[in-house]
């Protein structure tokens, strides 16, 4: 009984190969239901509120950017992936799509002096996580790759 | 649920209650109010954010849009009241500088 018990216990916290893979329209009504499935997974993982909400904000500004470049996008839509690494403690969440993609090193920071309405979206994203790639190239698509270490208080 | 909860004058204000969230899917209805409100009057815009739980870079986009335009006539935007996710997106994106922000009490 108590052997079942720590098995099963010990099931639910082995999240090492717990992938998701989310693939939603190319339409501003997802952004939210791909940022609240990406809290309940983070919310799973053990993260902690203000990390939950740092998590929502980044995937969902992904999603966004890639929304509003992907317009014509094919009908495969956004993909997002998120994947748990329970020895490095580390959640990875990927947001792909299929549109133009850009030459990665034109990303400016915004400047908010002269009120430049755009630009925000990856700034955020880098502030809000630990590790942030960016892979696109022009004709290619783009993929975000964010990574958020799991603090001390999670995953108990 | 509706976004701009409420607007509002008074002698010198104009008073505009933001709640709920704002992402891309809602945020051309807010800009549309932002706009007309800015048509309408001359003061200075008070941004209640008191309720207002969730803002991406789409809002805040549309927030220094409708500053860009006060600014034009030498006015000024505050946003009341922030949050702390509001607060804190605020705070890196520096935004917090370039708005006047009213703390709660």
């Given amino acids: ?156 | 649920m509706k976004t701009v909860k409420e607007i509002s004058w008074n002698e010198d204000k104009a008073l505009i209650e933001l709640v709920g969230e704002i992402d891309i899917y809602n945020a051309p209805q807010i800009r549309k109010v932002l706009l007309e409100l800015l048509q309408k009057t001359e003061q200075d815009i008070v941004i209640n954010l008191a309720q207002l739980r969730y803002i991406d870079s789409t809002g805040l986009g549309l927030l220094v849009g409708a500053l860009k335009r006060v600014r034009e006539r030498n006015g000024k935007i505050v946003l009341q009241y922030p949050q702390a996710p509001v607060r804190k997106l605020l705070d890196i994106t520096g935004l917090d500088q370039v708005f006047v922000v009213e703390e709660d009490k």
Wanted: glycine share 8%; proline share 4%; with cysteine.
């Fill in chain 1, 1 to 156: 009984m108590t052997l079942l018990a720590n098995s099963a216990l010990k099931d639910d916290i082995n999240l090492e190969n717990e992938k998701v893979t989310l693939v939603v329209p190319p339409l501003p009504a997802y952004v939210s239901v791909v940022r609240l499935s990406m809290a309940a997974v983070a919310n799973r993982c053990g993260f902690t509120v203000e990390e939950i909400e740092d998590i929502k904000i980044a995937v969902a500004e992904a999603v966004t950017n890639a929304i509003v470049h992907c317009c014509e996008c094919t009908p495969e839509g956004v993909t997002i992936q998120s994947n748990f690494n329970a020895e490095q403690n580390e959640l990875t969440i990927s947001i792909s799509d299929q549109g133009p993609g850009f030459e990665a090193t034109s990303v400016k920071l915004p400047d908010f002096e002269f009120a430049e309405e755009g630009g925000l979206g990856l700034f955020i994203i880098r502030s809000l996580m630990d590790e942030v790639e960016l892979r696109t190239k022009p004709g290619q698509g783009t993929q975000v790759v964010m990574k958020k270490k799991l603090g001390d208080k999670g995953c108990q």
